[in-house]
């Protein structure tokens, strides 16, 4: 880290000895168009992935948390593509059932809609990639229904009788007491999508889809150190990405309070 941290402030090539520039790096970060692009897409995905894997992590988990035939199948059936949805090997297949001619293309065609476009255009790339991170929503699916597990069913048997329905159950009661399971998935799954990287890559082919459509900001990172040589200019990007996960850790952890609720905090 501290080697990276001097790195940020040098011209490095991987070839030649760093040469100071100071902030230099940092300045002509607000001068390239790609590297505003890489936040704007990335920041994209954070906003609308994020939270659509964890509405699938929790919808499901509410359907296993009931008394379901063969839930213990269900629950490894789905916590399953978790353990391998990042891998090279998945993002391979995912590109090869979108692309032109690709079995969703030929699904399309069958149904009578258009086809053809995901992996080439702009609009579509994003949401091919948004799909393959709810795809993975095994991983705090299993941490929702932990918590569930926790839920005293009482609470339910006393807002039954007092004529609460599915809807008031679950905002006056569910999500109250599964509010610390909540704050652990979004943290975590909010940190995992600034660093998105495998899938984007091999999707786009390490060019960042049409239009920097899916320039993510780790893979745009990666580029230029690793493809232009720029490691004095990676190293300052690479350190504003971990200052930003910080100070939205940071901010996590201030609002918690007024959203999270604990064990105990009653009695405070």
């Not at 070839?15 to 920041?43: E, H, I, M, S």
């Not at 030929?106 to 053809?116: E, H, I, K």
């Not at 994003?126 to 941490?143: C, D, K, N, S, Y």
């Not at 975590?188 to 049409?210: H, R, V």
Request: glycine share 10%.
């Amino acid at each position: 880290m501290v080697a990276s941290l001097y790195l940020a402030f040098t011209d490095y090539n991987l070839f030649t000895a760093p040469q100071w520039v100071g902030l230099d790096n940092f300045t002509r970060l607000l001068d390239d168009p790609n590297y505003l692009q890489a936040w704007k897409v990335t920041g994209v995905y954070v906003l609308v992935g994020t939270p659509l894997k964890l509405a699938a992590a929790l919808a499901v988990a509410l359907l296993l948390n009931a008394t379901v035939r063969g839930a213990g199948f269900y629950r490894s059936a789905f916590y399953l593509p978790s353990l391998v949805g990042a891998s090279v090997s998945i993002a391979i297949v995912w590109k090869a059932l979108f692309m032109d001619e690709g079995p969703v293309d030929v699904l399309q065609q069958f149904l009578g809609r258009p086809a053809g476009g995901w992996v080439g255009d702009p609009d579509m790339s994003m949401r091919m990639l948004i799909l393959l991170t709810m795809w993975q929503f095994g991983g705090p699916m299993v941490i929702f229904l932990a918590g569930l597990k926790q839920v005293p069913k009482e609470l339910y048997e006393a807002a039954a009788v007092d004529g609460a329905g599915p809807v008031r159950k679950f905002l006056a009661i569910t999500v109250p007491m599964l509010s610390p399971v909540i704050f652990f998935n979004l943290l975590l799954e909010t940190i995992n999508a600034f660093q998105i990287f495998a899938s984007a890559f091999i999707i786009s082919g390490g060019t960042g889809g049409p239009a920097g459509s899916t320039l993510f900001y780790t893979l745009y990172l990666y580029l230029r150190g690793f493809r232009d040589f720029q490691m004095g200019y990676a190293a300052a990007m690479a350190w504003i990405l971990t200052l930003v996960i910080a100070l939205i850790t940071v901010l996590f952890f201030r609002t918690s309070r007024f959203w999270v609720h604990y064990a105990g905090d009653e009695g405070r």
